[in-house]
Nanobody, 117 residues
Framework: QGQLVESGGGLVQPGGSLRLSCTAS????????IGWFRQAPGKEREEVSC????????YYADSAKGRFTISRDNAKNTVFLQMNNLKPEDTDVYYC??????????RGKGTLVTVSS
């Protein structure tokens, strides 16, 4: 049974940085496109970023461009989301899932990011 587990969330001041990790077990991540999403209770899911399988093409939402970087370490079976210059509006539960579009085949439970002074 495949599983995705996120880590790296926490409380950070505006302008600060966090690096989120998404680690897979039960399957090999590099064969899958992996997306990072965020969703607050009662709100629609927003895709923040996606990295494709194979050539590693990336996608970023307008809200993430220039501040967030997605990457993968196949040896660690992990996808990262480096988030810089965080803003209070980035506060949310972040989770990873595959595929990047449509209903997820696998998704993690999420990690909470809080940006506040």
């Amino acid at each position: 049974q495949g599983q995705l587990v996120e880590s790296g969330g926490g409380l950070v001041q505006p302008g600060g940085s966090l690096r989120l990790s998404c680690t897979a077990s039960g399957f090999t991540l590099d064969y899958f496109a992996i997306g990072w999403f965020r969703q607050a209770p009662g709100k629609e899911r927003e895709e923040v970023s996606c990295i494709s399988a194979g050539n590693g093409n990336t996608y970023y939402a307008d809200s993430a461009k220039g501040r967030f970087t997605i990457s993968r370490d196949n040896a660690k079976n992990t996808v990262f989301l480096q988030m810089n210059n965080l803003k209070p509006e980035d506060t949310d539960v972040y989770y990873c899932a595959t595929p990047c579009y449509g209903p997820p085949d696998y998704r993690g439970k999420g990690t909470l990011v809080t940006v506040s002074s």
